[in-house]
């Protein structure tokens, strides 16, 4: 009987339990292969060897039985828990050149967990922190590892969608549409921040898809005069009473911006001290930056003038998503993507093709290499959904103006 450890690991997203009924459907079809959960993601291989006793792996495993969990791929959340744990975050505090030897010893120490935890193989799911753990386990520790992609900012290098990313960008577009109405009866300035560090997919697809009037992404650093508080101007100017701004945790302004246009905010000195992660890069969704745009905007009596002679309202609120992108149930095509990506995971570690991502690529599920499909993926500045934005943010007012003249 082959046991093939399954965890789920980091933000939980809508579409976990999917993968783990779908790896669950696929060892049944083998019959002679066992399922355990590793509950809390990858805490337990934290603990030292030493230190995991069997009441500790009683504690963070359960055997999964297919027949006791009917219809699992309906329900949110993960019912073997996640965490947020990293086994690498002791790499901050080792110096440049000692890092790889370093992430070595880590990579063969959690591989040598697996006897301890009574697992022959694994299946990790997670985003590019866990997905790259699983990485670091088979390229170092030789671990008869695979992995699933998931992440709601589908910023995955790996796959062309991650699970997970629609049911929460569908989320985001929906609270984008509702907002909508209380923007239009009180005549407001709606900035509106959504997840994403440092990949701008969701933004850009809930900001497109509820028509949002500005849209701040990551990859593409804006002009605030220009971006903003020129667009506002033009808008109010041609009829406008109200807005809705779709702002990136992760976008931040421009050096030319950030040195000339904030008066109120400091925003130099909040990304200088902003805390940085493992690898040394600033965690730019503590910028809180749709709290700073707010405070900025409200300080310009000159756009507060502008919209009075306008006949509208100068009154702007900020709103964070956050968590509430990740609640609830996975929509449909989360559903069959997460059962599709356990499916093949758990088809690879029962063929013996370890190393392996689940990977989306148009139609078809394909596996690729695990250390190249766990880097990131931004958004292409030259994409076409970069000229969609572009032009809906400009379009709209533009093709007001005829009617005022």
Excluded at 30 to 55: L, S
Excluded at 62 to 83: A, C, F, N, P, R
Excluded at 338 to 359: T, W
Aim: aromatic share 8%.
């Amino acid at each position: 009987m082959m046991r093939v450890g399954i965890l789920t690991g980091g933000g939980d997203a809508p579409g976990f339990n999917a993968v783990i009924y779908g790896a669950l459907l696929r060892a049944y079809q083998a019959a002679d292969v066992e399922v355990v959960g590793i509950k809390k993601g990858w805490k337990v291989f934290t603990y030292k060897n030493e230190d995991i006793t069997p009441e500790l792996v009683a504690k963070y495993t359960q055997v999964l039985d297919i027949s006791e969990l009917d219809d699992l791929h309906t329900k949110g959340g993960t019912i073997i828990y996640t965490s947020r744990s990293n086994p690498f975050k002791a790499l901050a505090k080792v110096k440049e050149e000692e890092k790889e030897i370093r992430a070595k010893e880590i990579g063969k120490d959690m591989a040598s967990k697996f006897d301890k935890l009574g697992i022959d193989a694994l299946i990790a799911v997670g985003g590019d922190d866990t997905c790259g753990v699983a990485a670091a386990m088979y390229q170092f520790g030789n671990a008869k590892v695979c992995a699933c992609p998931k992440t709601i900012d589908n910023d995955l290098a790996g796959t062309n969608y991650t699970f997970g990313f629609f049911s929460g960008a569908q989320l985001a577009s929906n609270a984008l549409d509702n907002l909508t109405t209380t923007a239009h009866s009180h005549q407001r300035i709606f900035i509106v921040e959504v997840m994403g560090r440092d990949a701008g997919w969701l933004t850009l697809y809930s900001g497109l898809s509820a028509g949002a009037d500005i849209i701040l992404l990551p990859e593409t650093p804006f002009d605030f005069e220009k971006h903003v508080v020129k667009v506002l101007k033009e808008r109010a100017n041609t009829g406008y009473k109200y807005h809705i701004i779709a702002c990136s945790e992760g976008a931040y302004p421009c050096k030319k911006s950030i040195e000339e246009d904030f008066k109120v905010v400091d925003i130099k000195k909040a990304i200088e001290e902003l805390p940085k992660d493992v690898f040394g890069n600033p965690l730019l969704n503590k910028l809180n930056m749709a709290a700073k745009i707010t405070k900025e905007l409200k300080d310009r009596e000159d756009l507060a003038e502008f919209f009075e002679k306008c006949d509208a309202n100068y009154e702007i609120r900020s709103v964070v998503l956050g968590h509430t992108m990740r609640a609830g149930s996975p929509n449909v095509f989360d559903r069959v993507l997460g059962l599709r990506y356990g499916y093949h995971a758990m088809g690879y570690i029962i063929k013996g093709d370890y190393g392996k991502l689940s990977s989306l690529q148009g139609t078809e599920i394909v596996p690729v290499d695990i250390i190249e499909g766990s880097k990131k993926s931004l958004v292409d500045i030259h994409s076409d959904l970069i000229e969609l934005r572009n032009a809906m943010v400009s379009v709209k007012h533009k093709s007001k103006e005829k009617l005022f003249k």
